[in-house]
């Protein structure tokens, strides 16, 4: 589904992603783990079109969004960049609701506006996505009327209804307080029921543990290590892995 | 009573003054502030420029200027009525265009990239996403200044526009007496406490969300 080779990304003299490869099957969960600064949220944000990659390959679900040529990475055109930005979905650490938007309307509005739906299909949609998330009764409320946890919600049927082949989340709990966190948590767990093909940036370690089929650890824009979670979490094989995992023991 | 009607016959023209001046500059201040963040260098220098001299001068001296510039440039005046207009729409325009600016920066760049996420188009981001919040945010800043440009018509008497204060002045001078003025005061008291009513029901209408 998403194969990246090669990815690497400066801000200026700032290194902030180097030689990144990975693969991400069909109806897989990946996790990224790692400290702060390490890069996790700029590859997503490559991935979903937020930022540019310097150098590298990418192919989402059969379409390059962008090939290296050796030296940087070409991108394809803008109009085959917004059909592959539709494939990917993300979901950020601080929602980004619209406020001025009702849910339903935070839900319904891309759906119209890009995929060109009907009123009563978006909210037909809308209204299955909500009952999902258990926030049938609030479609018609505000964003600031929502607790934390809800707006998380709102904000993964948002990218849910658009009907993306991957969803991608960015520290989707870190905002959040730790009730709240297991409100997101079991989301997440139940899409990864369905089958969906996810890829998760979190610092739930027991959750990323329990929930994915592959783990990459970062660190200062490289991949220390990856694996299936019972290596990576119960005997990684570097040293900074370990150092950083044992951290969330005390 | 003759003194009222004279002062309403004034305070239409103040009105004129004052929903001209807002028909051109609450437009006009999209341009400014379109050129004051804009990439293009030149441009915003020009921009930068014209808000620093119309925010750092006087009014005041701006309304002569453009009453009397052109005499010795071109050797005819503006009518001193549309004088006026110019000069308080081009410094209105201004200060809008650094009102809308600070709405626009206030907008949290998550909106942008949720937008883009889902797909929008950069249109549809500006007009349906940022546009609504941005004049919610910026109304407050706004009906302040339009109060303030209810106070300023005063000063195109200066230029001998014949509106409200000018007529209050002349009757003072005329019968020797202060009260024309006062009349004169309560009569802008009332404008702006119309326009403020007004601004306090669009603050109120827009005050569904948070």
């Known amino acids: 589904?998403?194969?990246?080779?090669?990815?690497?990304?400066?801000?200026?003299?700032?290194?902030?992603?180097?030689?990144?490869?990975?693969?991400?099957?069909?109806?897989?969960?990946?996790?990224?783990?790692?400290?702060?600064?390490?890069?996790?949220?700029?590859?997503?944000?490559?991935?979903?079109?937020?930022?540019?990659?310097?150098?590298?390959?990418?192919?989402?679900?059969?379409?390059?969004?962008?090939?290296?040529?050796?030296?940087?990475?070409?991108?394809?055109?803008?109009?085959?960049?917004?059909?592959?930005?539709?494939?990917?979905?993300?979901?950020?650490?601080?929602?980004?609701?619209?406020?001025?938007?009702?849910?339903?309307?935070?839900?319904?509005?891309?759906?119209?506006?890009?995929?060109?739906?009907?009123?009563?299909?978006?909210?037909?949609?809308?209204?299955?996505?909500?009952?999902?998330?258990?926030?049938?009764?609030?479609?018609?409320?505000y964003p600031f009327e929502l607790s934390g946890g809800q707006k998380q919600r709102v904000s993964i049927a948002r990218a849910l209804a658009l009907d993306p082949e991957v969803l991608f989340f960015d520290e989707p709990t870190s905002a959040l307080d730790p009730e709240l966190t297991r409100e997101i948590l079991k989301v997440i767990r139940d899409l990864s029921e369905e089958n969906m093909t996810m890829a998760v940036v979190t610092h739930e370690m027991a959750f990323a543990k329990g929930i994915s089929d592959w783990a990459i650890f970062m660190?200062?824009?490289?991949?220390?290590?990856?694996?299936?979670p019972a290596e990576l979490f119960d005997s990684p094989k570097e040293d900074r892995t370990r150092r950083f995992i044992k951290s969330f023991e005390e | 009573m003759q003194l009222l009607l004279q002062l309403l016959k004034g305070t239409g023209v103040t009105l004129e003054v004052f929903s001209l001046t807002l028909i051109f500059s609450l437009p006009l201040g999209f341009v400014v502030c379109a050129g004051r963040m804009t990439r293009i260098l030149p441009i915003r220098w020009i921009v930068d420029l014209y808000i620093q001299i119309m925010r750092g001068t006087p009014l005041l001296l701006q309304l002569l200027f453009f009453y009397f510039a052109p005499f010795y440039i071109f050797g005819a005046s503006l009518p001193r009525f549309w004088a006026a207009i110019l000069a308080f729409t081009l410094n209105y325009s201004a200060y809008f265009a650094e009102i809308y600016r600070s709405g626009m920066q206030a907008i949290e760049v998550g909106q942008y990239e949720a937008s883009k996420v889902l797909g929008f188009t950069k249109a549809y981001t500006f007009f349906h996403i940022v546009l609504p919040q941005v004049i919610k945010n910026i109304i407050p800043a706004i009906g302040n200044e339009v109060i303030t440009l209810v106070k300023d018509t005063a000063l195109a008497s200066t230029i001998g526009v014949i509106e409200l204060f000018r007529i209050a002045q002349t009757a003072s001078s005329r019968e020797f007496s202060t009260i024309p003025i006062f009349v004169a005061g309560v009569f802008y008291f009332i404008m702006n406490y119309v326009v403020s009513k007004i601004f306090d029901v669009v603050e109120k209408r827009m005050a569904y969300y948070r």
Do not use: W
């Open chain 1, 1 to 141: 589904m998403i194969k990246a080779e090669h990815i690497s990304k400066s801000f200026g003299d700032n290194v902030v992603l180097t030689d990144i490869s990975f693969e991400l099957k069909k109806g897989q969960v990946l996790s990224i783990i790692g400290p702060s600064g390490s890069g996790k949220s700029t590859l997503l944000r490559i991935i979903t079109q937020l930022e540019r990659a310097d150098n590298g390959t990418l192919n989402i679900d059969g379409d390059y969004l962008f090939k290296s040529n050796g030296e940087r990475a070409e991108y394809t055109g803008s109009k085959k960049a917004r059909e592959i930005g539709l494939k990917v979905g993300l979901v950020f650490q601080s929602f980004n609701l619209f406020p001025h938007y009702t849910v339903l309307k935070n839900i319904t509005a891309a759906q119209r506006a890009v995929l060109k739906r009907s009123k009563e299909e978006s909210e037909e949609k809308a209204i299955v996505l909500l009952r999902k998330m258990s926030l049938e009764d609030k479609a018609h409320s």
């Open chain 1, 219 to 228: 660190d200062k824009g490289v991949i220390v290590e990856e694996g299936s």
